[in-house]
């Protein structure tokens, strides 16, 4: 019965990954079509009327979904590094849309940011902590937030080509991290309050986080190769999660220097890895399918 959960647990996480890698695809493809300029809202008001769109959005959905079936046969141990390997499944996808083959460098580097999450995740999951922490510790953390992501999309804003994409994508991986740790927050007070939670100010600082990271998130979509956004994603929305959780839910995060030494060393590794899509063939391969910055995808389909 055991080795059956287990089996359930795998093939979920991974399914939910391959799915959130093709949602993401299917996104990026009518970020890039649309015309629109990054941090612009005009951007998300024209993707929430493309069908393509929804359906990649909702994929990504469907993927949480299948990993909390995979969390009730399985440990978050087991989990959510497995869930954290979509950029392995968009990789061949991105091959295929570009027709290129996949070289030795870009998979060096999917396998380098892969290992580098699952480490960071899997050695010493974060434990303890308060449920539902007062207003003064979240503070520090949405004032940090704030000023990065404001930085780095005023850098964005000034660059063209690759370094665009990393600022985009590293404020909407911040952003998600945050979206994270409020969703936490969110559902701990709904089980506790149920719709005195509306009174808090947790389920609408959710949604801001929510708007501003899909904005992010679709801008850096747009505005290059998802072999280079997806995994500054990937690697900073869980390190700025557990990074929350640990100054603001209190959680500790390794239990021993050993364990914490292997989490500074994944995330190290993780974000080593990202500098090797930036150099790929298939990087530059999906850089010139659309020529221009300003609207980079008017003379490419999806």
Same mark, same amino acid.
């Given at each position: 019965?055991?080795?059956? +959960? ?174 994270? +740790? ?33 904005? *992010?998130?679709?801008?850096? *979509? ?26 603001? *839910? ?53």
């Amino acid at each position: 019965m055991h080795s059956v +959960a287990t089996t359930i647990a795998v093939v979920g996480a991974l399914a939910a990954a391959f799915c959130f890698a093709v949602g993401s695809l299917v996104q990026q493809g009518v970020a890039r079509k649309s015309g629109e300029d990054a941090l612009r809202f005009a951007l998300l008001l024209h993707l929430v009327r493309q069908p393509r769109w929804i359906g990649g959005v909702a994929l990504d959905a469907f993927s949480f979904v299948i990993q909390g079936v995979a969390l009730a046969f399985g440990p978050l141990t087991l989990v959510q590094p497995l869930a954290a390997t979509d950029v392995l499944f968009a990789l061949p996808l991105i091959a295929r849309r570009h027709r290129r083959r996949i070289t030795r460098q870009d998979a060096f580097g999917a396998l380098t940011v892969t290992a580098g999450i699952v480490t960071f995740l899997a050695v010493s999951p974060p434990v303890g902590g308060v449920a539902v922490p007062p207003l003064g510790d979240w503070i520090p953390v949405l004032l940090a937030v704030g000023v990065t992501v404001a930085v780095a999309g005023a850098v964005a804003l000034r660059v063209r080509g690759r370094p665009r994409v990393i600022w985009l994508a590293a404020s909407a991986g911040a952003l998600y991290g945050l979206l994270d +740790a409020l969703t936490k927050s969110t559902v701990d007070l709904i089980a506790a309050d149920g719709t005195g939670t509306l009174a808090h100010w947790e389920p609408y600082g959710l949604m801001a986080a929510g708007v501003l990271g899909a904005l *992010f998130g679709q801008s850096a *979509f747009g505005a290059g190769a998802l072999s280079l956004s997806l995994p500054v994603i990937d690697t900073l929305e869980p390190a700025g999660a557990v990074v929350i959780g640990a100054t603001v *839910f209190g959680e500790r995060l390794a239990s021993t220097p050993v364990h914490f030494a292997f989490q500074v060393a994944g995330g190290v590794v993780a974000v080593a890895g990202v500098a090797i899509p930036s150099r790929s063939k298939l990087g530059e391969a999906e850089t010139r399918a659309v020529p221009g910055t300003t609207h980079p995808a008017r003379s490419h389909p999806p």
